[in-house]
Structure formats: C-alpha cells, structure tokens
C-alpha cells in the first residue's frame, strides 16, 4: 500500500514564462531518496525524465501548455500540475516515500460516548490457547533504536476495551489478544495512530516493528494555550507537524512579533507563538485534528486539515497582513477623527452634508492581487457541476450577473472568483487582503465585498479590476447595501458604530452617521430612503442622499432585518422571551399591526472574534412580502405565511433552517433549504409542500437560482442543480438593496 504525504507552498512572480517545478523525496525516515527515477506524464507519454540527486531533489521546467502528472520510484503518482498558457511561477512539493504503506490513514473511531474496560498487560505471558494470540510490538525511532517506557495500548471498539501496556527498557509491549479482532493502536496517550489487525488463527505469536518518534518539544501550557520554543524544521514526531507560518505585509515585507494562535478546531486547545524578525513562527501541532489560525485582527485566516494526518509531515505557509502596529494606529487616528466630529455627529440627530464629512474623514486603501485558476476545481456532474475550491471552510451564498458567478473560496481564504454561471469556466480572480469574505452585492456594474476582517472592495463586475478599496475596522460585521449611484455599509469608526455612505465608481465618501451600535446584517435601501435596525433594537431612517436623520424609535426592539412596502415596515421584535412579527406605519413609525407570532428566535452564538461571519449573513426573522398580500417568515422550527392585511396565519410547515436563509419566492411558490440539505417547494396561498432535492452536507448560506438551476453552498462546495421551475434570486437577500419586497 502506498500513501504519499505532500506539503504544498506556490509562489507568483513574473520574470520567467515557464512554471519551475522543484521536488523533494524523503523516506519515511527522513532520509533523501536517491537516484530515483522519475518523470513527468502528459497524455501517457512520458515528456521529461530525470532522476533525483544525492539530496533527495529533483527539478524540472514546465512550458507547454497542458496536465502534467509527476512519477517516481515504483511509477508511484504523486501529483499533477495544469500549465496554461501565459502561466508563469515556482512551484516546490515535498514527498514522503512509504512503499509499505506505514503511515497509511484510516479512519479512527469516535471514542467521545463509549466507556471501555481497561486490562493490564504490562507483565502479560503468552499461553497456547485457542483463538488467543500473542503480539509482540517494537517501537524504534528513525535512527533504529528501540524507544523505551512509551505506554502503549491496543482498543478493542466492538468489546469496548482496552488492553494497556509499555514498551518496557528494551522497547517492546507485549499483549495476549483474541484473535480475528481489529484493535486501534494508541502510544503515549495519542489514540488511535493506526490500526492493526490479528488473524483468525488458533494460536500464534506476532512481532511488529513501527517507526515511532518521540515528541521532544519545549513548551509551556498556559490554561488551554500551549507555548513551544526552538522549534526546528529538523524536529520529528510521529503525532506531531512542522508547520512554518511567515507573516508579511503588502510589501512582502516581514512582520515580527506578530502572535499567531493556531485553534483545534475539535477541542479548547490553542497554539501560541510570535513570528521573529524576518515575519516566521514555528509549530509543531498535533496531528489528527483541524486548525484555524487567527492573528490579533483577523480571524479565521486559513484551515490547516490535519484530521487525517499521521506520522511526519511539515508544511510552510506565506500569509499577507496589514500589521498589528498600522492597524492600531490607524484605529487610534479614527478614534481622533471621530472626537473631533462627534460634537457634529452627537445622537445622530444633527444633519451631517457630504461636503463638510468627506474633507474630514480619511480611509486606507487595502490592495488585491489577480490570480490565476485553481486547479480543478470544476467537477461535472449528471444534474449540472459542482465547484471545490478545496478545503477553506464555508462556501456563503454566491452572486449571479447575467452569465456570470460570483463565489469565494471559503471563509478561511481570500480568494474570490468570477466563473461561467453555465458551465464553470474561469473569468478572472482575486486574492483580497483579508478572510471572511461577505456575500457579494452587485450593483449597476460594480461587485461590492465585505470582509470580516476588515474591508470594503468596490469590483468591477466584468473585468475583475479593483475600482476602490477602504479598510474600514479591525472587524466588520455587516454585509453592504447599494443603490445604482452609492454604496452603504456600517461598522466600528475608531470605537464608534457609524453608517456610512460611498460613491459607488469612485469611493468617495457622501456622509457619516452615527448610530447607538452596529446594524443587524445591512441597511435596507428603499426609494430616497436608508433603513437600518441596530443591535440594540433601535431603528433608523435616514436620507439617502444628505444622510439625514429622517425618523428613529427607539423603544422597538428590533431583532430582524426589515422589510419595507409603500406604506408599512415589517420587522420582528422583541417580546420577553419571544419574538413577534409587527407592521409600523412607515410614516411615523408607530405599530400600526401585530401578527399572532410567538417566534422561537433564530439566533448566532454571539461570540464576536468568532462568529463574525454569521453575524454578517444573520438576519433573524426578516419577513418577505409578497405582493402586499402575503408575510413569509422563519424562525428556528418553522416557516409561516400570514395575510398581511387580515394578520390571520395562512399556513405553518415545520422545518429547520440556517440563521442566515432567507426563501427564494417566485411563482406562488416559496422554496427553502432545511438545515439536513432537503429542498422543498411550499404554495404561497395553502402551504402545500413538496420536496424538490434533498442534498448531502451541511448547507451554507442562501441557496440562488437563475435559468431553471439552483446554486447551493454546501460543506465548502457549490453545487449546480437544475429545477424544473424556472425561480429568479441572483444575491444574498434579493438585489442590492435587500429590501425582500415581491410585486
């Protein structure tokens, strides 16, 4: 069996026009493997072949276009490379060579609810019995010596049991096992490193030798921190990774003293370290889990998977920052700025015009940098195709134009791309400054993006050029609105939340407002008007040319996006422990209705710093309107309809659904995605209910639709789907301007 073990790193640059493909081969002990034969495959023929040097090493240049495939040894694949056409790079891949199949993965058991009876074999002897074995286990590290007084266990899942021992002075644990049993294989407290297996045999006595390398890191625990120092590339374990992180600026430049916290995923533990002069910090994490790694103002920053990783592996990574020290300072001279204004600005009652804000108030630009197609990401399916950019996180709701998709990577990544909405072909990429990337919000030509951390990006929709670009806090929470002349977003200024409006083309700056706290999810743009609901419950409208405070409740308590008709806003609000769909008079803001609702509240964790993301995508229960006649609203069991003039409730169905969905309507028809993937069709008038697709995953987002195909974020991937009814819902929250109106 054989299993190969890769740690990818790609560097871009423009001086040559060929990709340089640099590789290295290692044994599993770590040594070069010399003089093997490889090649590289393109269509079957064999188009370059070369051996490896002294070093392990082998280099080849790629120049015609195509798809590589790179062998070696016993013509054992170990990866392909797609040239296209004006490509240019280097490329370095490192490979483990483990012909025998000695760190091949499988799949541990869940041990999290079982309680197992443990047996003490320390002093065990063997005996002749029928269906026992003997098994004799050898640990030895990279340089053939035994490693000594490692306690060792094998777990018996079916018979929930535990068989305990240690490797003693001379390296060996001894068991006495049933025979024809599957045991997972645990050392040194680290479970279920692999598997092994005993025979259906009578009786017998087996020996197995294993690779083992004992961690041997420098740390300190701190609570659920860990510490490591002098960590090296040269470090080995067979539980543990090298990872090495090199944080640079938008210069290239290296950014020291920078913490980088690496988070289990699948448990409280956190990795500490602080990157050095030249921007580099050094981990060995355990394997078996997943990461994310976070820096001090930006979150969620990559995904390092090493759930199926086992034995020895490093990887590095290149991560572009804005800075710690400029962040700071640029929250410090926002903070200035809005003392100096805030006499103007105070309770967001006085009139603040354009002209006197945009002398005023400064922004920074962040930059983006084009990048090319990922390697297959496209996957054609029966009902359509599917895009996996790999393993980045949440997919969020994607963005259509005309025949155009607009999708991120994944929450973890900064990069963003422009496909075919038809078939999948590649139109342009860009990878932003920061994670966290928004539901993309499409106005009059312009792409507009949020990131969580912590910008706005004004894109042209076509090309793929940056227009105009402001950092705007160290975290954002919001998603933008836009009309055909002006872009609306709200955020923290230098500690105060404010509205703010944009020119849509060039990123000037129209007005500021400030509010009591940060939105929930965007404004809404609705005629001449700007609504916005806080999170303290307070609503806002203001003028969406001057910005001026037109009306503002303060007692509403608002816990949804609103919805708004020619003559009444829908929102839902807070009643005690409940939640109640209301309609105020969208004059003077008074309740004017007050639907028989006792919502069960959809709601985030509320932890900011980690579900950032959610908060910018939550909505609550923002009601849709259907042609004035009909409300449509979820909560976190169910999907209703009422009439909207009579208050009487229409119709409920049950269903679960993300807190950030809101039902695609077209045709008489509601569609909506439960939590567990299934896809239903309910009648607007009666309910009636009928499942379209069930989907597999978790599912991320709103789903869209467009030419009779749905477009669905699930488990990181996009899936393409066709639907036998032609819907119409191009963007998270309808249009650009996210007021859920249907005529």
Not at 230 to 243: G, I, L
Not at 732 to 740: I, L
Request: hydrophobic share 35%; aromatic share 12%; proline share 3%.
């Amino acid at each position: 069996m054989r299993f190969i073990f890769i740690y990818f790193f790609f560097i871009s640059f423009f001086s040559f026009g060929q990709i340089e493909v640099n590789v290295t081969i290692r044994t599993i002990k770590g040594k070069p493997l010399k003089q093997a034969k490889t090649y590289l495959s393109i269509g079957g023929d064999k188009a370059q072949q070369k051996e490896t040097d002294a070093n392990g090493k082998v280099f080849y240049e790629v120049i015609e276009p195509g798809i590589y495939t790179f062998y070696y040894a016993e013509d054992i694949k170990g990866f392909e490379i797609e040239m296209r056409k004006g490509r240019k790079g280097k490329m370095s891949k490192s490979l483990s060579y483990d012909p025998n199949g000695v760190f091949a993965v499988f799949k541990k058991a869940d041990r999290s609810n079982l309680t197992f009876k443990e047996v003490d074999q320390t002093k065990v002897k063997f005996k002749p019995a029928t269906g026992r074995c003997g098994y004799e286990l050898i640990l030895k590290n990279s340089k053939g010596f035994p490693v000594n007084n490692v306690p060792v266990a094998l777990a018996d899942i079916q018979k929930k049991t535990i068989y305990k021992s240690n490797t003693g002075s001379k390296g060996k644990a001894n068991f006495y096992l049933y025979s024809g049993r599957n045991y997972e294989l645990d050392i040194n407290g680290e479970e279920g490193l692999r598997e092994i297996k005993i025979p259906m045999v009578k009786y017998g006595v087996f020996k197995k030798v294993l690779p083992y390398e004992q961690p041997k890191i420098v740390e300190k625990i701190k609570g659920d921190s860990i510490y490591q120092y002098k960590v090296s590339a040269q470090q080995r374990a067979t539980t543990h990774s090298f990872t090495q992180v090199t944080l640079v600026d938008y210069n290239r430049n290296g950014l020291s003293n920078e913490k980088i916290c690496l988070n289990d995923e699948n448990s409280s533990t956190i990795y500490v370290a602080y990157t050095n002069e030249q921007g580099i910090a050094r981990f060995m994490i355990k394997n078996g889990t997943d990461y994310v790694m976070h820096l001090t103002y930006e979150r969620g920053v990559k995904l390092l998977s090493m759930e199926k990783t086992t034995g020895f592996k490093s990887r590095k990574m290149t991560h572009s920052y804005r800075g710690s020290l400029l962040i700071e300072k640029q929250l410090a001279e926002q903070k200035a700025e809005m003392e100096r204004l805030k006499a103007k600005l105070k309770a967001a009652e006085e009139d603040f015009a354009s002209g006197r804000a945009a002398l005023k108030v400064t922004y920074n630009e962040t930059p983006v940098k084009v990048i090319s197609a990922p390697e297959k990401y496209l996957i054609n399916t029966p009902e359509g195709f599917s895009v996996n950019f790999g393993n980045s996180g949440k997919a969020g709701t994607p963005t259509i134009v005309g025949d155009n998709l607009y999708l991120q990577e994944g929450a973890y990544s900064s990069n963003y791309y422009c496909i075919n909405a038809t078939n999948g072909e590649y139109n342009w990429g860009l990878r932003l400054g920061e994670t966290g990337i928004s539901p993309a919000v499409y106005k009059n030509g312009v792409i507009l993006i949020n990131t969580a951390s912590c910008s706005l990006y004004a894109i042209d929709a076509k090309t793929g050029k940056l227009l105009w670009s402001k950092w705007l806090a160290g975290y954002v929470y919001t998603t933008p609105s836009a009309d055909n002349e002006n872009v609306y977003v709200a955020y923290n200024h230098g500690g105060y939340p404010v509205v703010v409006s944009f020119d849509l083309r060039s990123g000037k700056l129209n007005w500021m407002r400030l509010v009591d706290e940060e939105i929930i999810a965007c404004p809404v743009v609705v005629d001449s008007e700007i609504h916005v609901a806080s999170q303290n419950g307070i609503y806002y409208v203001y003028d969406k040319k001057s910005g001026g405070l037109k009306k503002k409740r303060e007692d509403l308590n608002a816990v949804s996006t609103p919805t708004i008709s020619d003559e009444s806003i829908y929102i839902t609000v807070s009643n005690g422990s409940s939640e109640n769909l209301v309609a105020l008079d969208r004059k003077t803001l008074e309740t004017k209705q007050t639907y028989p609702t006792s919502l069960t509240s959809l709601r985030i964790s509320g932890l900011r710093n980690v579900d950032q993301t959610d908060q910018m995508n939550f909505n609550g229960s923002h009601p849709i309107i259907y042609k004035n006649k009909v409300a449509i609203l979820t909560d976190k069991y169910n999907l209703m309809a009422f009439d909207v003039i009579s208050e009487q409730l229409l119709w409920k169905q049950k269903i679960e659904v993300n807190e950030d969905q809101l039902p695609i309507v077209a045709n008489k028809k509601v569609i909506i995605m439960s939590k567990t993937g299934e896809i239903y069709s309910f009648d607007i008038q009666t309910g009636s209910k009928k499942l379209i697709k069930a989907i597999s995953g978790n599912i991320e987002g709103q789903p869209i639709a467009r030419k009779g195909f749905l477009y669905i974020a699930v488990g990181g991937v996009i899936k393409v789907i066709k639907n036998a009814v032609n819907h119409s819902w191009l963007q998270w929250n309808k249009d650009g301007g996210h007021n859920a109106i249907w005529e």
